[in-house]
């Protein structure tokens, strides 16, 4: 079974543009989760969608969005990109159940840099 | 607001030797507890993962031990190899949130 794809891995971008990353859950998998990792803040979770549903939502202005698409793939959005967005951007995904104990697994990421 | 606190920051091991990494949290609804290893340019992978009804599980080298009244769960990698240098995330969640509240990390570094 493939794993979490997330494309494009890298990619450089100019403050003020947006940027769109895409993700392709395991097969099954109907959660899709999004974290940013910086070396100062660490993981933080950005949303989760279900079944093409924002279910959750972490701490970030409006200028991050995602969606789901009925193929359960997801993709995100940042507007009026700043230097701080820089970071590695993960995709998780999962079954679904919000009981605990349901297995995340991550892609590898996409970096983004913006200059 | 850091909702899993994660010591320490590196750590240095020889080969052999057992590697230890604490994580205490507040929220006392969380109810599962992971551990991920991080390699350079991967994301994340679940090593092993712990419920708040066991005190401590093992899967291999390593072993989770989990102290519910203190709040705090530890990691520990036994005969630590250099393969095992990477960087270890504990985190938490809770039942209703498909959401992980991370430790910011300790990197590992196993020295042959």
């Known amino acids: 079974k493939a794993g979490v794809t997330q494309t494009p891995r890298y990619l450089i971008k100019t403050r003020g543009q947006q940027v769109t990353l895409s993700c392709s859950p395991i097969?099954?998998?109907?959660?899709v989760s999004w974290y940013q990792q910086t070396p100062g803040q660490g993981l933080q979770f950005l949303f989760e969608?279900?079944?093409?549903?924002?279910?959750n939502k972490g701490n970030f202005p409006g200028r991050f969005s995602g969606r789901q698409f009925s193929n359960s793939r997801s993709e995100m959005n940042v507007s009026t990109l700043e230097l701080g967005d820089s970071a590695l951007y993960l995709c998780?995904?999962?079954?679904?159940?919000?009981?605990?104990?349901?297995?995340?697994?991550f892609g590898e990421g996409s970096w983004l840099t913006v200059v | 607001q850091q909702q899993v606190k994660q010591s320490p920051q590196s750590l240095i091991v020889q080969k052999g030797g057992i590697s230890i990494i604490n994580c205490a949290y507040e929220?006392?609804?969380?109810?599962?507890f992971p551990w991920y290893q991080q390699f350079p340019g991967k994301g994340p992978a679940l090593l092993i993962a712990?419920?708040?009804?066991?005190s401590e599980k093992k899967e291999g080298r390593f072993t989770i031990s989990f102290n519910k009244s203190a709040k705090q769960f530890s990691l520990h990698i036994m005969d630590s190899q250099p393969g095992d240098s990477a960087t270890y995330f504990c985190?938490?969640?809770?039942?209703?949130?498909?959401?992980?509240?991370f430790g910011t990390g300790t990197r590992l570094t196993v020295i042959p």
């Open positions: 097969s099954g998998h109907r959660s």
């Open positions: 712990i419920r708040p009804d066991v």
């Open positions: 998780a995904s999962s079954e679904g159940q919000t009981y605990s104990g349901n297995t995340i697994y």
């Open positions: 985190a938490a969640s809770k039942t209703g949130a498909n959401n992980l509240f």
């Open positions: 969608y279900f079944s093409e549903t924002q279910r």
């Open positions: 929220n006392t609804a969380f109810d599962y």
